[in-house]
């Protein structure tokens, strides 16, 4: 479907974007943030599969430690990534690494992102959520296909980073460990 999309073809969406964008009266700031969006999720759509990162990290990893290690993964993704993370945008939690992952990746072009937040609603899980979702994570990836690794960022208080970096090890995965800070 969309991977026969002619550039011509491409083009006509982006004009209907903008039109529904100027119907809406969107503000010019939001709406060439909008405009960028929209190609990096077309582009990444009608184009081959970019590299995949999972990530885990510890909640007091330190933002500047967290983006470089982004930005050499992505260069050496060669400028295309999708990147899955426990990060839920809509209680903005948890924070560190989460955080400044999700964050960076929605600014950065050439970068999707697919957050997937700990279901800590569920009763039955509600001492183990995180670890389920990390182990999920981890399983959507390898199960995709493709190329992709763990980046984990470390502490010796951040147990649920080293638990996804330790699963991530016992199934075989490439696995980067860093230091959080």
Not at 150 to 177: E, N, Q, W
Request: hydrophobic share 40%.
């Amino acid at each position: 479907m969309l991977k026969h999309l002619a550039p011509g073809e491409q083009a006509v969406l982006l004009v209907m974007l903008n039109r529904s964008l100027d119907d809406q009266l969107v503000p010019p700031e939001a709406a060439a943030h909008v405009r960028q969006h929209f190609r990096d999720q077309l582009e990444a759509l009608v184009s081959p599969r970019p590299a995949t990162l999972v990530y885990t990290g510890w909640r007091g990893a330190a933002r500047h430690r967290v983006r470089a290690d982004l930005e050499d993964t992505l260069a050496r993704a060669r400028g295309r990534l999708h990147v899955i993370v426990g990060y839920n945008p809509d209680t903005d939690q948890p924070s560190g690494g989460d955080r400044w992952t999700y964050e960076w990746a929605n600014h950065t072009p050439g970068v999707t992102v697919e957050t997937h937040p700990a279901p800590w609603h569920i009763p039955e899980l509600s001492k183990s959520a995180g670890p389920y979702r990390n182990g999920f994570m981890l399983g959507l990836a390898a199960g995709r296909g493709g190329a992709f690794e763990v980046l984990a960022h470390l502490h010796p208080s951040s147990r649920g980073a080293a638990g996804t970096a330790a699963y991530a090890d016992h199934m075989g995965l490439r696995i980067r460990k860093e230091p959080a800070t």
